[in-house]
């Protein structure tokens, strides 16, 4: 475990994910303000992020804006939020999506987002999932670490 590079992290987990970016109509916005350095393991961070990213992806099938944010929060905390233009997680879902084995997904496990809200608390940070609330449909994803 080492201070990050928040950015420079997101930049990489861009990367990773440009193969169903280059496939879709999405539009990527950068809001990456963050000067504290996270500590957490970068491997680990790269798969929970990336994990956001894909299910940002898609819930956006035909298209859509996904918009990745970092900042300093507090005295000692960094924040990174994954927001998208997707339909949104509605009451039910919100209420079970961090439980093993919830997805909306066909194909998918329902593992990804338990998983990755695990990896987070054991480096006392938090994955909280919420309704956009700034009139626009989709869903925000916010990843609070030590810094």
Known sequence: MEPLDSTRVVEDCLVLVNHLLARSEIRV?????ATRRPEIN?????????NL???AVHAMPN??????AS??????????SVTDTGLGLGDELLRELFKPFVTRKKDGTGLGLWISRSIVERYAG?????DRDDGVRGARFTLRLRA
């Open 126 to 130: 938090e994955l909280v999932a919420a």
């Open 42 to 50: 970068r491997q680990e961070l790269q798969q929970v992020l990336v």
């Open 63 to 68: 298209g859509g804006t996904l918009r990745i």
């Open 29 to 33: 916005e950068r809001d990456l303000r």
């Open 53 to 55: 990213l894909v299910n």
């Open 71 to 80: 900042r300093d929060v507090g005295t000692d905390r960094v924040e990174l």
